[in-house]
């Protein structure tokens, strides 16, 4: 089943969706509505262009458990240069302007990530819900992500790199500081080759829920 969401403010259980992930579609892009959905494993993705808004809510989550990271060779051999250093939620608006705009993408047709959604994800950012991974060369930001955090849990939404490897730098960094303060999980959304290379994989929904609604507490900075 796809939702309808055009007359509602309220998400149905994603258990009983589509198992494809396609969730639903229709409503509003709010802060408050993404700060109920993101806990739910409910996000928005669609191009920002169309009318349609469509919601995903995929049944098996691809995650990664920050004890579990793994770290190539090679990224080690960046790690060790110290050539970057990586900081938390120093500069969110730069990370979602990088995400956005990156290699022209944010012109491309098919792009989901649109000025009123990162005005949405600023709104979030300041009321505390949204944290981001920031990857400078001296004081250039060279990449980074940013998401939304729930429970014990990062709930990843997207990434840049302006040099190679600084995106995986920066979930390196997620993953470590996570670990030292009892994190559970980084939700990658959807999988990619890049980030099952780096240890993702798939759980339950409902082991999901357990992570984004547990009285973990995590400190962001």
């Known amino acids: 089943m ?15 969706g589509n198992e494809s992930g396609f969730y639903a579609v229709g409503g509003e892009i709010t802060p408050e509505r993404l ?16 009318e ?5 809510a995929p049944h098996e989550r691809f995650v990664i458990f920050p004890s ?18 990586c900081t938390i939620n120093e500069a969110f608006d730069g990370v979602l302007g990088g995400c956005a705009c990156i290699d022209g993408r944010i012109d491309e047709d098919n792009a989901w ?45 997207s990434m840049f790199s302006v040099v190679p490897g600084a995106s ?8 470590g500081h996570m670990e030292k303060q009892g ?3 980084i939700d990658c ?19 999901f829920l357990e992570g984004t609604l547990s009285e973990t507490e995590i400190e962001w900075k």
């Not at 579990?68 to 250093?85: D, T, V």
């Not at 300041?126 to 709930?155: I, N, P």
């Not at 959304?189 to 082991?207: C, D, N, V």
């Open 168 to 175: 995986k730098l920066a979930l390196i960094h997620l993953a």
């Open 183 to 185: 994190g559970i999980f």
């Open 2 to 16: 796809i939702f309808d969401l055009t007359h509602t403010d309220e998400f149905p259980d994603p258990r009983y």
């Open 113 to 157: 990530l649109g000025p009123e959604l990162m005005d949405v994800w600023m709104h979030l950012h300041d009321m505390g819900h949204a944290k981001s991974v920031e990857v400078w060369e001296g004081d250039e930001l060279v990449g980074g992500l940013y998401g939304f955090v729930s429970g014990g849990c990062f709930l990843g939404d």
């Open 52 to 56: 349609r808004i469509c919601w995903w």
């Open 35 to 50: 700060a109920k959905a993101y806990p739910m494993g409910i996000f928005p993705y669609y191009a920002y262009k169309m």
């Open 68 to 85: 579990e990271i793994h770290i190539s060779h090679s990224m080690r051999n960046m790690m060790n240069k110290q050539k970057y250093h």
């Open 189 to 207: 959304q959807l999988e990619t080759p890049h980030l099952k290379s780096m240890g993702a994989r798939y759980i339950s929904y409902e082991k």
